[in-house]
């Protein structure tokens, strides 16, 4: 049962829609299962056994510590995002972890050795993953830009934006999102202090723009954020 539960985890991944089902197969014999509930750490960038993750339920953060110990949420992932040592080599200038968000996690692990080997054995996989880690590199300089270019209001209004298309429950130009993220990791989200995400979050209230809690955040129109 547990092997079924391993097959159709991978099965189910467009990643692995490639592959056959023999191949699979040989792959459950190689990844590493466990479940996590909210603030567990699951992964840190100086672990000894460099692994690939891939995240089957729930959402975790990445978050990124600078030299002064600063922290920085990098991202946000969902079901089916992939994390851990994506370039498939150590990279030491790198400090960061990644944390459980939600409860009842699921995720999916592969030793960055075995996966590679799977990788030279099958060159549409390969072909598969360069593309998926290229979207994924292209969502970062993107995020990169936004900080960059523009205030943290409109930072914060981006990010809201976009959280509600992704997970959001829509009808019409109303969204309702389950929050599970706190103030703090908002701020870090769009890199600015809690007390000005908090500003922010009550000035987008107080113009009836949003509504905010700790359990849901309900955009009434997006067109108007």
Known sequence: MYEELKYW????????????MSQ????CIIVGFRKANKGDVIYFSHSEVPRIFLLKQG????VSIDEEGNETIKEILKKGDLFGE????????????AKALTDEVSICSFLMSDFEDLLIKNPTLALSYTKF??????????????LVSKDAKTRLITFLKDWAEKEGIQEGNKYTIDNYLTQTDIAQIICT??????????????KNLIFYSRKKIIIDDVKKL
């Open 86 to 97: 994506l370039a498939l080599e150590r990279d030491t200038d790198v400090n960061e972890y």
């Open 59 to 62: 959402n975790i953060k990445i």
């Open 9 to 20: 985890y991978l099965r189910d991944h467009k990643l692995f829609w490639t592959l056959s």
């Open 193 to 206: 202090s809690r007390q000005t995400a908090t500003l922010l979050l009550n000035e987008l209230e107080e």
């Open 133 to 146: 880690v290229g979207l994924k590199m292209k969502r970062f300089k993107n995020n990169y830009s936004n």
């Open 24 to 27: 699979i197969k040989q792959l």
